[in-house]
Nanobody, 126 residues
Framework: QVQLVESGGGLVQAGGSLRVSCAASGRTFSSYALGWFRQAPGKEREFVAA????????AYADSVKGRVTISRDDARNTVYLQMNSLKPEDTAVYYC???????????????????WGQGTQVTVSS
């Protein structure tokens, strides 16, 4: 079992930056593929970014590519999402997700993940 707890959300002006974090319990964090998804009011949950086992590869949604960076610190059992040049359309609840993996392929589909955090709200004002 893996428990995920997001933090770092908040209110930021358009053009600003924010880093959200996700801390995981468990001793095998390095064995997991990790991802970030988001859900805006009235919309379906959508993929944002993913990082493979051991951080070998990353993947990003087209809507955030070039503005967002996913990273992991296996020593701290934490995955990060650094978001720059934020836009009002980035406003959403951001969720981290994890699934056991032994491949270097980032997982971009929500149904590929077994564990989810409770989410952290990110609001970008115009």
């Amino acid at each position: 079992q893996v428990q995920l707890v997001e933090s770092g959300g908040g209110l930021v002006q358009a053009g600003g930056s924010l880093r959200v974090s996700c801390a995981a319990s468990g001793r095998t964090f390095s064995s997991y593929a990790l991802g970030w998804f988001r859900q805006a009011p009235g919309k379906e949950r959508e993929f944002v970014a993913a990082i493979s086992w051991r951080g070998g590869n990353t993947a990003y949604a087209d809507s955030v590519k070039g503005r967002v960076t996913i990273s992991r610190d296996d020593a701290r059992n934490t995955v990060y999402l650094q978001m720059n040049s934020l836009k009002p359309e980035d406003t959403a609840v951001y969720y981290c997700a994890a699934s056991w993996s032994r491949t270097f392929t980032p997982r971009t589909m929500s149904d590929e993940y077994d564990y989810w955090g409770q989410g952290t709200q990110v609001t970008v004002s115009s």
